[in-house]
């Protein structure tokens, strides 16, 4: 467990049991969903795992959760070592709420009037790792069934604090364009942003499908 830090698995095709296939799909789902996080290019992300690769009587719904929190739990202390921390959010269907994040990113977007403002609105804290701890909360709760999405989350992501309070306030019938989040402010930088988040999401997932590991792909954002 761990070698997907200094090997490539993009191809499971010499996988021989339930534990290496779903060490590879995790990996794979990292590079993918987060790529652009491990690279540095955006402060967190959330997203799911899923955890179903096989026939449900073969795997066992907790036997499969067993694994998936065991692989979980080693690539967050190997990747924290690397500067991006990995967060177990609960349970949804068949998949692991993961919240992936730097903490260099999130501090440096914490900054600015209109962001300290923002965290004032809505209770947040100012330094990041008190900061991602209540996003971490707000959405354990949401994934538990006890409260709405927090939408103030898409800070955290990297949008816009202007984009995050106009979809806040009207749920995003006021958007003046929509893509990677939906648009209130500058419409023009925010066309900009997303083909840039597009092609270096698309350069990382090149990088990892030509043999680049999981730990590569870290020292990118460190460097």
């Known amino acids: ?15 021989s049991s339930t534990r290496e296939r779903l060490e590879a799909r995790f ?22 795992f899923r955890t179903q690769i096989e026939d449900p009587a073969t795997a066992p719904s907790w036997m499969r959760r067993l694994h998936a929190r065991r692989l979980i739990a080693c690539y967050a202390h190997i990747s924290r070592k690397l500067g991006v921390r990995i967060d177990f959010l609960g349970w949804r269907e068949e998949r692991a709420m993961l919240l992936v994040w730097r903490p260099r990113c999130v501090r440096d977007l914490l ?12 209770l947040l804290p100012a330094r990041e790792h008190a900061f991602m701890r209540e996003l971490g909360r707000r959405l354990r709760a ?4 006890r409260c709405l999405f927090p939408h103030e989350v898409g800070l955290a992501l990297g949008y816009p604090v202007e984009d ?53 792909l870290l020292r990118m954002g460190t460097a």
């Open 1 to 15: 467990m761990g070698q997907g830090m200094d090997v490539c698995l993009a191809d499971d095709a010499d996988c």
């Open 27 to 48: 990996v794979r789902c990292l590079v993918c969903q987060a790529g652009l996080v491990l690279s540095g290019s955006k402060p967190a992300a959330v997203f799911g």
């Open 111 to 122: 900054s600015g009037t209109a962001v300290q403002e923002f965290l004032a609105r809505n």
């Open 142 to 145: 949401y994934y538990s069934g």
């Open 164 to 216: 995050v309070s106009g979809f806040m306030t009207d749920g995003g019938r006021g958007a003046r364009a929509c893509g990677r989040w939906k648009v209130y402010g500058n419409v023009d930088e925010a066309l900009r942003r997303f083909k840039e988040l597009e092609r270096e999401e698309l350069r990382i997932k090149r990088l990892y499908s030509e043999g680049t590991p999981l730990r590569g």
